[in-house]
Every structure is written in structure tokens, then in C-alpha cells.
């Protein structure tokens, strides 16, 4: 008999698929937004589908939220003022929680029912959203971003979806500039960045864009997601003109974050060796995304 299989199909992947054995459909509803999908698999915990788009499962989610996250806040020093855009799953918070020496942790996510899908079916990613610092926005990331006070934060992390249907302005020129005009000078931004192999022109063009955008530097990073489609997921990185960054080697190195290891469970991924080697770029890369 054969077993019951989920297809992943999606024109951001064309030609290929991406398929899991299905245990158990746990949740399945359309919210204003999009389509949420929540099932247990047989091989990687529990998953959410957004529009048919893996976002998380329960193995290897500690490395998209671990690297989104400790790439920024290990750059500088004493973070302090945070904004995630995106992450409903409440993931990055539990990360962003680490860090004590930060006071306050704002979040714009667009879709309620993620929140509420996620603190029913992953209670240990919703979990960052106990953190008495975290202050939740719902709404439209490029409208709240319209009307944060210039240089706000030292730290925005965008955890966004795919650039097909909510998130598709968060990939263009004005809502850049509306991020960098909400940092301090010195400040950072972290973005999800896409697949080299699969979307290297939409990197190339993110890449323009911050460059024209944030006049510190700018920087791309990688990482493993064994169930994200090619395998891997990248992040853009930038600092606003002002002190330098050195991302390449934190300056608030984890190892020494107070806390760090205590909340709640180890990291798995994440270490400052992984941090600077995320940094190393295939020679492809170097020519074709960052015109090097
Ligand atoms: N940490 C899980 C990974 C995600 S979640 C992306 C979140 O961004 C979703 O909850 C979605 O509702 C939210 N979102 C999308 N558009 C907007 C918007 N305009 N404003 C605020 N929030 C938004 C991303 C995984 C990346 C997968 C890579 N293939």
C-alpha cells in the first residue's frame, strides 16, 4: 500500500519537488492571509506549511532560528532594542531571549492565526513569546516600519515568507529604506535570503538594493535546513553607516552571552566557529551574487 505522501510544489522551485511522509494531518485552515498546514511527519517532528511552503519543522528549526538571529545580535554589543518582522512561530524571540542585555523585543507579524496555530502545535518555539520584553504587533510590516521613530533599534531581524503573497513588498527598495532609517547608526539587519542554487537573481538584486541602502556593509551568509527546498537558506546582512561592524568576528561572541544556555534548552546549532564560517562563500557566489 502505498503511504501517504505531501508533494511540495511551488513556481519559486520550478522542476522539482520536495515530498515528506505524512503520520498525521494535525491543522489545516485558511486564515485572511494564507493557507496553514500543520502535520506530523515521520521522519522530522511536527511542520507548518504556509501556502505550501515548508517554514519549520521541529528537527531542524533550531538552525534557521538559531543562525537569523545570533548573526545579528553576536555583531554588537550590548543589543538592546529589537524588531522581528515576521516569525509568528515565535522562534526567533526564544532566541532573542538568550541575550539579557536586551530590554526590549518588538514583533510584527501579519497573521494571527500563525501565533495561535503555533502556540497550540509548537509550544517550544512559541515559548519566546512569554518573554515579558516582547511587545506584539499585528499588522502589515511595511506599514508599522512607515512609522518607527528614526533609529529606534540596534537589531531588525526579518523573518519573513517567500516573496509570493504577503511578504512580496518586504523584498523591495522602499521597504529597505524604511529599515534602515528605523536603525541606530551601527545598527544591524538580518534577512532571510532565499537559496543560492534556486533564487541567485533575487539574492543579486536584494544585494543591490542594500548596498545602495545601508552605507556600513553588506554581507551574505549561509546555512544547512535539510528541509528547505535545496537544502539550504541564506541571510543578508548589513550594518547603517556609523560604528564598524566586524560581522565576520562577533564581538559579542555567544559563548559569553549570560544566559544563553540556560533558557530552556542548549543551542544546537549555532557557535561563533559556525558564525564565521557562514560567511565563506562558493566561488559562484562571489561572482555572481556579489558581482566580487
Ligand atoms: N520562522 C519561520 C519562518 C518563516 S515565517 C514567516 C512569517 O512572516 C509568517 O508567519 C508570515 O505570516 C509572516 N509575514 C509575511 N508577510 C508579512 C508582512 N508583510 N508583515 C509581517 N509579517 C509577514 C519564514 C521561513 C522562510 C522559508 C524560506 N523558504
Redesign the pocket.
Known amino acids: 500500500k502505498a503511504s501517504k505522501r505531501v508533494y511540495f510544489n511551488n513556481p519559486?522551485w520550478p522542476g522539482e519537488a520536495h515530498s515528506m511522509k505524512v503520520e498525521k494531518i494535525l491543522y489545516k485552515d485558511k486564515s485572511e492571509?494564507?493557507e496553514i498546514l500543520v502535520f506530523e511527519s515521520s521522519t522530522y517532528g511536527k511542520v507548518?506549511v504556509?501556502d505550501g511552503?515548508?517554514?519549520?519543522t521541529e528537527k531542524d528549526?533550531c538552525v534557521?532560528?538559531e543562525m537569523?538571529t545570533h548573526l545579528p545580535l553576536c555583531s554588537i554589543q550590548s543589543p538592546k532594542t529589537v524588531l522581528v518582522?515576521?516569525?509568528?512561530?515565535g522562534?526567533?524571540l526564544r532566541e532573542i531571549s538568550r541575550h539579557n542585555t536586551v530590554e526590549r523585543i518588538d514583533i510584527?507579524?501579519?497573521?494571527k492565526m500563525?501565533i495561535d496555530v503555533s502556540k497550540k502545535f509548537f509550544p517550544e518555539?512559541a515559548i519566546g513569546f512569554e518573554d515579558p520584553r516582547v511587545q506584539l504587533h499585528i499588522?502589515?510590516?511595511?506599514e508599522?516600519l512607515r512609522n518607527v521613530p528614526e533609529g529606534k533599534y540596534d537589531a531588525i531581524i526579518v523573518?519573513?515568507?517567500?516573496p509570493v503573497?504577503?511578504?512580496q513588498?518586504?523584498v523591495e527598495k522602499p521597504f529597505f529604506e524604511t529599515i534602515a532609517r528605523a536603525l541606530r547608526p551601527g545598527g544591524v539587519l538580518c534577512n532571510?535570503a532565499?537559496?543560492m542554487w534556486l533564487h541567485t537573481h533575487l539574492i543579486q538584486d536584494m544585494i543591490s538594493i542594500c548596498r545602495e541602502t545601508f552605507k556600513g556593509s553588506v554581507h551574505y551568509a549561509w546555512a544547512n535546513v535539510p528541509t528547505?527546498?535545496s537544502g539550504v537558506?541564506g541571510f543578508v546582512i548589513c550594518s547603517t553607516e556609523g560604528p564598524p561592524v566586524d560581522f565576520m568576528h562577533p564581538i559579542n561572541p555567544i559563548e559569553k552571552v549570560e544566559g544563553a544556555f540556560k533558557y530552556r534548552r542548549e543551542l544546537k546549532f549555532y557557535n561563533s566557529e559556525i558564525h564565521t564560517a557562514a560567511f565563506a562563500l562558493p566561488s559562484f557566489v562571489k561572482r555572481e551574487v556579489m558581482l566580487l
Open positions: 519559486m492571509y494564507q507548518l504556509l511552503i515548508v517554514q519549520l528549526e534557521y532560528q537569523i518582522v515576521g516569525g509568528g512561530d522562534g526567533v510584527c507579524e501579519i497573521d500563525v518555539l499588522g502589515d510590516a511595511v508599522f523573518d519573513s515568507s517567500d503573497g504577503p511578504a513588498e518586504l532571510m532565499e537559496s528547505y527546498p537558506i
